[in-house]
């Protein structure tokens, strides 16, 4: 059984990563979609940035805190001390989403950056994901913003009526 607490901080730390709100970054104060996609394109670059972000000094259990090691051809880790297997996304956001990563990326960037808010509809478009997905995607992340960012909230914020929610 995981028993690991919800956790946002991976992307808490990548947004302000992202706009460079709270700590001194080697990127840029604000990223383009450009520099977005070579920098977040793939699912091993966006793995490899929450890796970073998440471990600095190398892969920890979520468990015991105890040193891990990565498991061989897979996106996992094994814990030296009680061998509890987990990922990178495990206790976040991310963890048991059938999305890639790199979606998530994107998604998080289009609904900090869009001046007016993005609505899921439209966030549906632009990924070409299920309005669930966009709608489930749209919520996470503005809760997490609320939790790291208030003030980028400024938007529109969308309530969809319980009719609409799962179109
Ligand atoms: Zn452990």
């Known amino acids: 059984m995981c028993l690991i607490?919800?956790?946002l901080s991976p992307l808490a730390s990548w947004l302000f990563l992202l706009h460079g709100d709270a700590m001194k970054t080697p990127l840029d104060e604000c990223m383009?979609?450009?520099?977005?996609t070579e920098e977040f394109g793939t699912d091993d670059k966006c793995r490899r940035?929450?890796?970073q972000l998440r471990?600095?000094?190398g892969p920890m259990c979520p468990r015991c805190e105890s040193k891990a090691t990565k498991i061989a051809n897979r996106f996992q880790y094994d814990c030296d001390s009680c061998h509890y297997q987990f990922s990178v996304t495990a206790g976040t956001i991310f963890h048991d989403s059938h999305l890639s990563?790199?979606?998530w990326f994107l998604a998080t960037y289009l609904i900090t950056e869009?001046?007016?808010?993005?609505?899921?509809?439209q966030l549906k478009r632009m990924l070409k994901v299920t309005y669930k997905t966009a709608?489930?995607?749209t919520h996470r992340i503005r809760a997490a913003m609320l939790e790291v960012a208030p003030e980028k909230?400024?938007?529109t914020v969308e309530i969809p009526t319980s009719a609409r929610m799962w179109k």
């Open 5 to 7: 607490p919800y956790s």
């Open 32 to 36: 383009n979609l450009v520099e977005l």
């Open 49 to 51: 940035v929450l890796e």
């Open 55 to 57: 471990w600095p000094r």
């Open 101 to 103: 990563l790199w979606k």
């Open 114 to 121: 869009s001046r007016k808010g993005m609505s899921s509809n």
């Open 135 to 137: 709608w489930y995607l």
């Open 153 to 155: 909230l400024d938007g």
